[in-house]
């Protein structure tokens, strides 16, 4: 009996070892007692004739050992990894099975795509210390036994980078696809042009980037801080991506089992293009490419009006030829399925003004400019699908009408977007601002980049991309986005998006309610060392307290929350420190008169977590609800 008892206690808590390890978590993990050790001989065995797979093989023996096992095409007496190809159906294209034993590990799938991602759980089975290239392991390398049936949710699991707003290297793109593929996410959304710069060459138009990749360099938050360009100054800041380049990274993605989807932002968005061609515009003034000041006034509700034109003249046929220039080489360069065409934001104020457009919408009976725009989007659409590509677009396409249903749809403005789309028979791609904009604030604001708004990690984990009252087929998947106006470095990126992205991970690959959110802060704490061993950034916010005020009558009450099963917070108001020496948090607490400050930290097992919080009692009474 007692043996009994110990074989169960051993299985559950491999069980709890290969779950815990793995985001985002499997559709099936059985655990089993033992581990498979990684010693001295170790065979990886491949399928004959199957380069992809080799390349696989090879990586991932190097990254356990940097003088590397040996990739054989047949197994032979020594302990083994093996891959090998399979056709089950329920695994799909991108699905596996990962099985681990004493002596022998084995992954199956019905594709290289499915072999890549079963290594991507298996390397979060490993030790976090080989993730660190740059000291050499020394540990016992062991995974405990289990077999992990796996596959995806949703077809769509993708992150979009904006290089517009700031530029990033070739490496750096590449550098921030090969982390996102870690974690099985397959479609990187590339937003190459926008207001701040044009980042694609199109070799028939070279101004585009001659003239749209450079904008003059400011420093600092964007916005009114930032001055316009002065007379004559240079434009030094920026850069754009060769063909030579985007098809280099194409692979790279492809490799990792990414699908890249460029964006061409149109029909707003475009003062960088106007810049290098003003004559598109309506007023076909002189413009110059944006260095991030201000030329909107916002009113909420997704309201604004521009102070300088940013639009293409939807009533000029020359910009269609334009645009058919530009798909002609986005399609012939990227293989992907879809094309983003953009579609947001686009202000009308400056097509109402002129008589020429307003002639234009009389002729071709639009009553409006909501329908001006649809008129746009559907001639863009028929450019697009004349190269052989898909279009689709922000949610604001749907406006006006008329979208053809082979147009898909990206729904940004909250879920109604996508809601209504779905329901006129578009493909969707979840993507509201409420869950998965990662540019948005994350943490408390007295230690973060406060912006207009807020996005926590257990709201990110709330995403269900599939609305109720919607047919599941419509529903393509979600993504995260992240937008870069205060993001210009690849660390501060890698800062922003994650973990975020790993509960947007989990819930586009993983089946709905797999897991709870606490479970997932658990298994947090393995990618946490991992990306601390790789020298990656990753904000660890979630061990700060959420801070709020309450008030009733003239007293305003304290309270804070922490999301880490386990963890206690201390906090002082009057002053004093070491915080770990004042009181325990247990429930609300009274805010009392005084010039003071609030100071918290959070401790499990006696280890403080996270930063030190400082929030003086003037901040304190303006979060008052």
């Not at 003059?216 to 801080?225: C, D, I, L, P, Q």
């Not at 360009?229 to 240079?234: C, D, R």
Request: overall charge neutral.
């Amino acid at each position: 009996m007692r043996h009994f008892l110990f074989l169960l206690i051993f299985s559950l808590s491999g069980t709890f070892a290969a779950a815990q390890a793995i985001i985002p978590i499997p559709v099936q993990t059985e655990a089993r007692p033992g581990v498979f050790t990684f010693g001295k001989t170790v065979d990886f065995v491949v399928p004959q004739s199957q380069p992809e797979i080799k390349k696989y093989a090879e990586e991932l023996s190097r990254f356990i050992r940097p003088s590397s096992y040996p990739v054989l095409t047949r197994k032979g007496k020594n302990p083994a990894v093996i891959f090998q190809l399979g056709k089950d159906e329920k695994l799909g294209r991108e699905g596996y099975v990962l099985e681990v034993k004493e002596a022998e590990i084995t992954l199956t799938a019905n594709t290289p795509a499915g072999i890549f991602n079963g290594i991507q759980s298996l390397r979060q089975l490993l030790p976090a210390g080989l993730e660190n290239r740059q000291t050499a392991f020394t540990g016992a390398i062991s995974v405990p036994r289990c077999r992990i049936t796996d596959y995806p949710r949703y077809a769509w699991r993708g992150l979009m980078l904006d290089v517009s707003r700031h530029f990033f290297t070739v490496e750096e793109v590449k550098d921030f696809i090969d982390r996102m593929s870690q974690y099985k996410f397959n479609v990187l959304h590339w937003h190459l042009t926008d207001d701040e710069g044009w980042r694609i060459e199109i070799k028939s138009l070279p101004r585009l980037t001659e003239v749209g990749a450079w904008r003059v360099e400011r420093h600092g938050a964007f916005g009114e801080t930032r001055p316009y360009p002065k007379e004559g100054e240079k434009a030094t800041y920026g850069g754009f991506y060769t063909q030579d380049q985007i098809r280099d990274v194409i692979k790279f993605a492809a490799d990792r089992n990414v699908t890249i989807v460029p964006e061409i932002d149109l029909p707003g968005h475009s003062m960088a293009l106007l810049a290098a061609y003003p004559e598109l515009s309506v007023k076909k003034e002189p413009k110059f490419v944006n260095p991030g000041a201000k030329f909107a006034e916002w009113y909420g509700a997704h309201e604004f009006k521009m102070l300088i034109e940013n639009t293409v003249n939807p009533a000029d046929e020359k910009v269609y030829a334009f645009v058919d220039k530009i798909m002609t080489e986005v399609a012939q360069l990227f293989p992907g399925e879809y094309i983003h065409m953009g579609g947001d934001e686009c202000y009308h104020g400056y097509w109402a003004e002129d008589a020429g457009v307003q002639e234009f919408m009389k002729k071709n009976n639009l009553k409006d400019t909501k329908e001006l725009q649809a008129y746009f989007v559907r001639r863009v659409n028929e450019i697009i699908a004349s190269k052989g590509k898909k279009m689709i677009g922000w949610d604001e396409i749907l406006d006006g009408g008329g979208l053809p249903k082979s147009t898909a749809v990206m729904s940004w403005r909250g879920m109604a977007g996508g809601i209504k789309a779905a329901k006129e028979g578009h493909y969707v791609v979840m993507t509201p601002t409420t869950y998965a904009y990662l540019d948005y604030t994350q943490g408390d604001k007295s230690v973060e980049n406060p912006i207009y708004a807020d996005l926590s990690l257990a709201k990110s984990y709330e995403l269900e991309a599939t609305p109720e009252g919607v047919d599941p087929k419509y529903i393509l998947g979600g993504q995260g986005n992240l937008w870069t106006e205060v993001i210009p470095t690849l660390q501060f990126a890698y800062y922003m998006t994650y973990p975020r992205a790993l509960a947007l991970s989990e819930k586009l690959w993983s089946p709905q309610n797999a897991s709870t959110f606490p479970d997932f802060v658990n298994r947090l704490e393995n990618v946490f060392g991992r990306f601390d061993q790789a020298g990656v950034s990753i904000a660890k916010t979630i061990y700060e307290p959420e801070v709020a005020v309450s008030r009733k009558d003239d007293r305003y009450y304290l309270e804070l929350k922490t999301a880490i099963p386990g963890a206690d917070v201390y906090y002082s108001l009057d002053n004093t420190y070491p915080v770990k020496f004042s009181s325990k948090y247990s429930g609300p607490v009274e805010i009392p008169e005084g010039r003071l400050r609030l100071r918290t930290q959070t401790y499990k097992n006696g280890e403080a977590l996270g930063r030190e919080l400082l929030i003086s009692r003037d901040e304190l009474i303006k979060r008052a609800k």
